[in-house]
């Protein structure tokens, strides 16, 4: 027993280790949680996106992307760009400036933060005398300016953050020579914008939050213009020439002023309230663009009428007759539009508005007529639809990929064909060694198919169960047809659409085989659903089965929710997926676990109730298992029975709560935001977490009993060709493994292929196995002649492995929460065995068995498990003499959703939620690396770009 | 019945072969029986072992009478000196066994069924401060029945006293194992869990060890009542509590792995239902530990009876439902029994 706690001391072993393995974190995928703040640089082309916890990301090319983290995890207010720089200042809310730099290092581009700064006022002034609001850096590269709570614009100098008090532009200063009639009336109040004059260095416009505007003189230290506005003031815009500028205010109007030498004391030409006349919400951000044609580009966000549109997240472009307010689902955070940089040019001429909404990016074509939406390769939202269960699928064929690539591109017909327009810098990264399928199931019944091969976490295609149910919302009920001469011009865009209609149907198990694109998906409601790739579209009955798992139990009430209703009659399939078989488990419990064998055209699934095992070829089932346990009373009545489903009843009420509150304002069009509701709930979730944390901590020691809830539950499922009976001839087998430590092990006659329509799949029961510790199985594997995990169905028949042994004598492995224990067969005698329970005190939470190639010879490789715990340590364990080999924390222990979420690739990767919307990928192996590798390069060094590249090149080599 | 047979006074044999000579004469091959006689003082006395059954044939004169009952209702207080004066017969008793509902007589059984629930261990090694303490769990109804919580503790290091987070007992089970035998209270903390120490682990750790190890669990914890502690130097030694508390004997964790490795092999075979429909232990592969043949006579001596263990009618029962593999069902009683069989441990 010690011995597998004792590290090995076999210096050979040792070595090896360090050529197979190495724990990486190395690359956040998806869309930052509660991003906080945007910026861009037209120079570098890289777009900068802060977070509440203080990240900092930056992106550019797909490939491109850098990653930052704040020490004092504040929230980031705001991102400013050093003109034509490297470089970035960041905002936080604790007042703190960050100069962060992009540095080349080892041949690639690395993000450090260089230095932080917190302003700070004579002694005893109060902190609102520093409050930073707005920063400018000044086109020089050698000062920001910084507009305060008080009105005081600071000057400090780059990148030493040293305050040149003598440059100091106080609101006395400014206040000398405004008309006393309008200074009497409003004190200066906070600094709301400042900008730089775009032809003339030495001028800066100052926006104050009462309306006032003027142009400061740097070189003069004086006002030189003074615009009167009568509105409280949002934000600032300049034209292109400097002649003009447009301010935008908090009654939803913007208006241009002039510029002009003559006159010191400008008139607005043009005053406008774009959703008048009734009172409207604040215009927060205004661009002015100029094109050849002459019309410009307005683009504002906000500026809703406020007691019908008031709750919508808008952001309008206007040009000449056109207009369009883009409304999004959550809140905007911030954008920018892409124009024309160069300063040769006569013309804005935009070609893109990004838009950092809470829970997605959205870019806009604004140079295609209609202006559609362009598709970004990377901050994907993966909780368009929260997300319930997640596959990955290593090496898959090119045929395959080419035909989701095809089914997908199908879907995407409404996106823009325009290149990503944020395109800086270059990725150097190593193309991925092959193709790997992310598949995330949701909550709305959708499963979506990620290219996980790369860096960037990129959607190839969605899938939608939800045609094969007949379910309360139509579909074609879309709130967003609004008629053409409807007012404001609101269009809906972007995926985020957190609210499912049917919890029912939630996809719960997914399992796609590469090589027949047969694809298994299983759901909330005990639908399982058995698809097959089809290039066309189609219009067919889906075959349907019900499996009754209770087999007649008696004294039975199910209080869960009732199964799925079905459409009668052919059902018309969009090219892709289609499903032919659908399976209803009855009980309709959430399905526990899902196997398909495309070979044997079987595929097995399993609740808290028992199994089954149907035949998809002839479309019939083979039989029904119950695992149930009579007095489990729980898994009898459904998920909604005694106190320990609390919690869980608690948050659906909420949700159901939420639901119609925000069907009600569907309705009414009127009251409510979708961000506050959702922080709302957040909040009540934690309180009423923290309720329960109030009750006395104490746990109960005692041993588990056949009494024990949900005992039945199949948590896992198996087939293999080994040899069940003798151990003169094998034979297909199911395997199942339960929450109350049982493994059952079936035996199976397959008809030949010529007789496979003939004659019925036979099953019988040949074993069951009673685990003494009771705990639940989460993993059944059999290990061939030669010690290695049997190949997956179709693996040798396309010749991409090596038939398995099948002179030796097979082993089974059983992995327990608690143990792993290796079994002879066919003759079930325990050979040896793992505790991880009793000696470490945690529980095995994923288990898979992984390739691991060694970084110093291609001809290596070897299986082991790969572990995740309840702690959050992964374990690296060696098959099939079950010793550790290495162990790495991963996880905290308490983030229990990214523990569950966790799911681990062939090849010693693996992907985690860190929140809601992003996965962390990581890396066990020394060979398997999927990292970022870019290089941003000053654009006037471009001469030089070829040798890093180069340089690059050879060092991605050398980690490949 | 009766039955009268002869034995061979000089070469008595055993007694596994005396009892399977019974069993065969009386035609109760699956039948668990007690066996007693009665000496020259009349008093009805136990046979279950070699001694006892050599010493009965030697002092039979010519005739030795033995009683045999079925064990189920076997009537222990029958056993005793004076037995056979004090009643006029004790076939009587055996007979009618409701005599003896008016005053229930404390059952104590027979010294094979002796079977340690808890003990105190390693005693020698452990500082005075701490007792390590076992307990057996047979499958029984009987709950270990204990809870833990967090809490913290003082503790002597190189820095002077520091307030750590240790793991307590919070309450007992009225009625469980752990208070039946006493070893275990309120507010002791507990400091290792078979072997492993507990500081630095959360309580759901703790508690998942436990659970683990429930079949044969082994915690050392610190009392909270000193009190009653035996001093086993002399005062003069000194060793206050508090002082040992860092620094337990390094050479514990070993010695307990030692003797964890024996229990290794027996604490957990799990049950196999080939499709015969026979169930049975699994055995192992490789009989590797040399602590197996290590062990004593008596142990082999109760392997032989587990085996007999089975009862007949419900090996049956298997056989009848083993045939249909589809519709089989695992009886649960089945499990149970067998449960208790494979957990019997002697050391």
């Not at chain 1, 002694?123 to 609001?133: F, L, R, V, W």
């Not at chain 1, 919690?647 to 569907?666: A, D, G, N």
Request: proline share 6%.
């Amino acid at each position: 027993m010690r011995r597998f706690l004792r590290p090995g001391h076999d210096p050979v072993r040792e070595r090896l280790k360090r050529d197979l393995f190495q724990f990486n974190k190395t690359v956040e995928h998806g869309f930052p949680h509660q991003p906080s703040a945007l910026g861009y640089s037209p120079f570098l082309r890289l777009m900068a996106i802060g977070t509440r916890s203080g990240a900092i990301k930056l992106y550019g090319a797909p490939g491109v992307e850098f990653m930052g983290l704040h020490e004092e995890n504040n929230t980031v207010m705001q991102i400013h760009f050093i003109p034509d720089q490297c470089q970035l200042v960041t905002l936080l809310d604790d007042n703190s400036l960050h100069l962060w730099s992009l540095k080349q290092h080892g041949g690639a581009s690395e993000l450090r933060e260089e230095h932080r700064f917190t302003l700070k006022g004579p002694p005893g002034s109060p902190p609102s005398a520093t409050q930073i609001t707005a920063v400018l850096p000044h086109s020089s590269r050698e000062v920001l300016y910084l507009g305060t709570e008080s009105g005081n614009i600071f000057v400090v100098e780059l990148p030493s953050f040293r305050v040149l008090e003598d440059r100091t532009i106080t609101s006395e200063a400014v206040l000398q020579r405004v008309p006393e009639d309008y200074s009497n009336r409003r004190s200066c109040e906070l600094v709301e914008a400042l900008r730089e004059h775009p032809k003339n260095p030495d001028q800066i416009l100052i926006g104050y939050s009462r309306g006032l505007i003027v142009l400061w003189d740097l070189q003069n230290n004086k006002v030189t213009h003074h615009f009167l506005g009568s509105q409280q003031l949002e934000n600032l815009y300049w034209q292109r020439d400097g002649s003009k500028f447009v301010s935008c205010h908090y009654d939803g109007s913007y208006t241009q002023w002039p510029v002009s030498s003559d006159n010191r004391q400008p008139e607005p030409l043009e005053n406008l309230v774009p959703y008048g006349p009734f009172p409207c919400k604040a215009i927060s951000k205004i661009y002015w663009q100029t094109t050849k044609n002459g019309l410009p580009y307005i683009i504002f966000q906000g500026g809703m009428p406020r007691a019908s549109y008031g709750d919508r997240h808008s952001i309008s472009v206007v040009h000449g007759s056109q207009q369009t307010a883009f409304d999004f689902t959550s809140r905007v955070i911030d954008f920018f539009v892409i124009f024309s940089s160069e300063p040769t040019a006569e013309f804005d001429d935009p070609s893109a508005m990004v838009v950092l909404a809470e829970e997605e990016l959205v870019v806009i074509d604004l140079k295609t007529a209609g202006w559609p939406a362009v598709h970004p390769p990377y901050l994907a939202s993966l909780h368009c639809s929260a997300i319930t269960c997640s596959h990955h699928v290593s090496n898959i064929p090119l045929k395959l990929w080419e035909r989701i690539i095809s089914a997908g591109s199908k879907q995407n017909i409404h996106y823009s064909s325009m290149p990503w327009p944020i395109d800086g810098g270059t990725n150097i990264a190593p193309d991925p060694p092959q193709r790997d399928l992310l598949l995330t199931g949701h909550e709305d019944g959708t499963v979506r198919f990620w290219d996980a091969s790369g860096v960037c976490l990129h959607l190839l295609y969605k899938l939608s169960t939800v045609r094969v149910f007949l379910t309360d919302a139509d579909p074609n009920d879309n709130m967003n047809t609004l008629g053409e001469d409807e007012w404001p011009p609101l269009r809906k865009v972007g995926t985020f659409d957190p609210y499912s209609d049917d919890p029912r149907l939630g996809i719960q198990k997914i399992y796609l085989c590469k090589y027949s694109g047969y694809l298994a998906v299983a759901g909330t409601a005990g639908q399982v659903l058995v698809m097959e790739l089809n290039d066309e579209d189609a219009e067919h009955v889906v075959d349907h089965a019900e499996a009754d798992l209770l087999q007649d139990q008696e004294g039975y009430r199910w209080k869960g929710h009732e199964k799925l209703k079905t459409r009668d009659g052919p059902v018309r399939f969009e090219a892709g997926f289609q499903p032919f078989v659908l399976v209803q488990c009855q009980p309709p419990a959430v399905v526990t676990s899902l196997a398909l064998h495309s070979e044997w055209k079987l595929v097995a699934f399993g609740t808290s109730h028992g199994f089954g095992l149907f035949d998809h070829q002839q479309k019939r089932p083979v039989f029904v298992k119950c695992t149930l346990h009579p007095s489990d009373q729980l898994a009898l009545e459904g998920p909604l029975s005694r106190v320990k489903s609390l919690k869980k009843s608690l948050r659906q009420s909420f949700r159901r709560i939420r639901r119609s509150r925000v069907s009600s304002r569907k309705r009414r069009g009127g009251v409510g935001n979708a961000s506050e509701v959702q922080e709302a709930n957040a909040k009540f979730d934690q309180d009423a977490l923290q309720e329960m944390e109030l009750a006395p901590v104490q746990r109960k020691i005692e041993a588990r009993s056949a009494e024990d809830s949900f005992t039945g539950f199949v948590r896992t499922l198996y087939f293999a060709d080994t040899f069940l009976r003798d151990s003169s001839r094998h034979c297909p087998s199911l395997w199942a493994g339960t929450n109350g430590g049982t493994v059952y092990a079936f035996c199976l006659r397959v008809p030949p292929a010529e007789r496979r329509m003939d004659e019925p799949v036979r099953a019988e029961q040949a074993k069951e196995i009673q685990l003494m510790h009771r705990a639940p199985v989460v993993g059944i594997l059999v290990l061939d002649g030669r010690s290695t995990p049997l190949p997956e169905p179709l693996e040798v028949a396309h010749d991409l492995s090596k038939s398995p042994d099948m002179q030796g004598s097979h082993q089974l492995l059983v992995v327990s929460e608690e143990q792993f224990k290796v079994f002879t067969l066919p003759k079930v005698s325990s050979k040896l065995k793992l505790k991880l329970t009793a000696l470490e005190g945690c529980r095995v939470r994923k288990v898979t068995v992984a390739n691991f190639g060694s970084c110093k010879t291609d001809d290596y490789s070897e299986n082991d498990l790969a572990v995740l715990t309840n702690l959050g340590d992964i374990q690296i364990i060696s098959l099939p003499f079950l010793k550790l080999q290495i162990r790495y924390p991963c996880i905290r222990k308490e983030d229990v959703s990214g523990i569950a979420s966790c799911v681990f690739t062939k090849y010693g990767q693996g992907f985690y939620l860190i929140s809601p919307s992003e996965f962390e990928r990581f890396s066990l192996s020394t060979k398997w690396l999927v990292e970022p590798r870019c290089i941003v390069d000053m654009p006037e060094i471009t001469s030089n770009n070829h040798v890093h590249k180069k340089s690059g090149m050879e060092n991605a080599v050398r980690k490949s | 019945e009766f039955r009268r047979f002869s034995l061979e006074r000089s070469k008595p044999g055993k007694f596994e072969e005396f009892y399977g000579l019974l069993q065969h004469v009386h035609k109760i091959p699956n039948v668990d029986v007690l066996v007693g006689y009665t000496d020259i003082h009349g008093d009805l006395l136990p046979i279950n072992n070699d001694d006892n059954y050599h010493k009965a044939v030697s002092t039979a004169n010519p005739l030795l009478r033995i009683f045999i009952q079925r064990k189920e209702d076997a009537d222990y207080s029958a056993f005793g000196t004076d037995t056979m004066t004090r009643k006029k017969n004790v076939l009587s008793n055996v007979l009618r066994p409701d005599n003896h509902k008016k005053k229930p007589h404390i059952v104590i059984s027979m010294p094979q069924d002796f079977r340690p629930v808890s003990s105190i261990i390693d005693v020698d090694i452990l500082p005075e401060t701490h007792r390590r303490v076992r307990l057996y769990k047979y499958g029984t109804d009987k709950p270990l029945g204990f809870y833990i919580r967090d809490g913290s503790s003082v503790r002597v290091t190189p820095h002077g006293l520091e307030k750590v987070p240790g793991i307590f007992i919070s309450r007992l089970v009225p009625g469980g194992l752990a208070q039946s035998t006493g070893l275990l209270a309120v507010n002791d903390e507990v400091l290792e869990v078979n072997g492993i120490e507990v500081s630095g682990k959360s309580l759901d750790q703790v508690t998942d060890m436990m659970i683990a190890n429930s079949r044969n669990l082994i915690i050392t914890v610190r009392p909270a009542n000193q009190r009653n502690n035996v001093v086993r130097n002399s005062r003069t030694s000194g060793s206050s509590g508090q002082s040992t508390e860092s620094s337990l004997p390094s050479s514990t964790p070993n010695i307990l792995a030692n003797f964890l490795q024996g229990e290794e092999e027996s604490d957990e075979e799990d049950i196999i239902i080939e499709d015969s429909g026979e169930p049975q232990q699994i055995p192992k592969a490789t009989p590797t530990s040399e602590s197996l043949e290590s062990l004593t006579q008596t142990e082999l001596l109760h392997e032989s009876t587990q085996n007999g263990f089975l009862p007949s009618s419900e090996m049956n029962l298997n056989h009848s439902a083993g045939s249909m593999s589809m519709e089989y069902e695992v009886q649960d009683p089945d499990h149970k029994s067998l449960e208790e069989d494979g957990t019997i441990i002697t050391l």
